[in-house]
């Protein structure tokens, strides 16, 4: 049998080989890869993760509130297929980036920005990435879309600080994908062995992905938890720190329920207290965090290491 070798399709295969060994984010990565043509230039970018229902999109939002009290011009970007991150701040559920590029064909030359991105509460401007279908398309894919179109339009020409709200803690290439833009990423724990335990493995991806791009970890926003004793134990192991303290309150949940900010829920001690709290936490990261070196656990090692004898 006469088999025929495409030399110029070889040659190709090999320097996708090499770039991909060159630009590994860690052993085994394929990860989504940033075009240097789409860098966030001039705003600070954080990007938020968690454990799935930890208050990510309501840490973000109302963190969000708190760099525009400090006068900021501030953009929120959800990334979860859900498209629920902004709707604290926007009273609804916006149209998301991959509805309105689907409409017009994905010619994004045929939108606005007023197509996508919505004013929100004290002039936070809201977007909902969305995503592929469940089982479907990448994470990745929809994020970078959504910073091109933010600069074709140079809506970031206006913008002090972006906010990455990211899907749970899902830490393959695409939802990974928002660390390539973020100079700092947050992580929200709750003082409990579940979201320690996944925040251990989103610690492993952001180090990883800070071997070549510039995104390093911030610090740990405490959530929901009256106390704050293992998170700190934790952090006191593997050199991370803890940047804020939300604390357990019923009033975060109502919040949700008249999907308001917490800026919106009146001016009770115990409302004022949590307000107060993200506007630290506002002031501390725009007056910038030294990038932690840390070093996550193994599973079995943090499995051994968390809780009571």
Not at 123 to 138: F, K, L, M, N, R
Not at 215 to 224: D, K, T
Not at 245 to 274: C, N, W, Y
Request: hydrophobic share 40%; net charge negative.
């Amino acid at each position: 049998m006469n088999i025929q070798i495409n030399t110029k399709t070889v040659e190709r295969d090999a320097r996708l080989v090499q770039s991909l060994r060159e630009r590994a984010d860690g052993e085994g990565s394929v990860q989504v890869h940033l075009d240097p043509t789409m860098e966030i230039d001039g705003a600070k970018v954080f990007a938020v993760y968690g454990k799935g229902g930890i208050g990510k999109s309501t840490t973000s939002s109302n963190l969000a509130v708190a760099f525009s009290k400090l006068g900021k011009r501030v953009l929120q970007i959800g990334c979860d297929p859900k498209h629920d991150s902004t709707f604290t701040l926007t009273k609804s559920l916006i149209p998301t980036v991959i509805d309105v590029l689907e409409k017009v064909g994905f010619h994004s030359e045929e939108l606005r920005p007023e197509d996508y991105m919505v004013q929100g509460y004290n002039g936070v401007q809201c977007i909902e990435a969305g995503g592929p279908p469940a089982g479907t398309g990448c994470g990745g894919y929809v994020v970078g879309q959504t910073v091109k179109l933010l600069k074709e339009h140079h809506l970031l020409d206006d913008t002090d600080v972006v906010i990455f709200d990211v899907l749970g803690d899902v830490v393959c290439g695409g939802f990974a994908s928002p660390l390539q833009h973020a100079e700092r990423a947050v992580i929200v724990a709750a003082n409990d062995f579940d979201s320690i335990f996944a925040m251990n493995r989103i610690v492993a991806a952001i180090k990883a992905k800070s071997k070549n791009y510039e995104v390093r970890l911030g610090g740990v926003i405490a959530n929901r938890s009256r106390e704050t004793d293992q998170i700190d134990r934790y952090n006191a192991a593997i050199g991370l720190k803890r940047l804020a303290h939300i604390p357990d309150s019923d009033q975060v949940r109502l919040s949700r329920l008249k999907k308001s900010t917490l800026f919106e829920m009146g001016d009770s001690p115990e409302i004022l207290a949590i307000q107060q709290e993200y506007l630290k936490l506002a002031e501390t990261l725009w007056a910038g965090t030294p990038g932690l070196l840390v070093e996550p656990m193994k599973d079995r090692q943090i499995f051994d290491f968390l809780g009571f004898e």
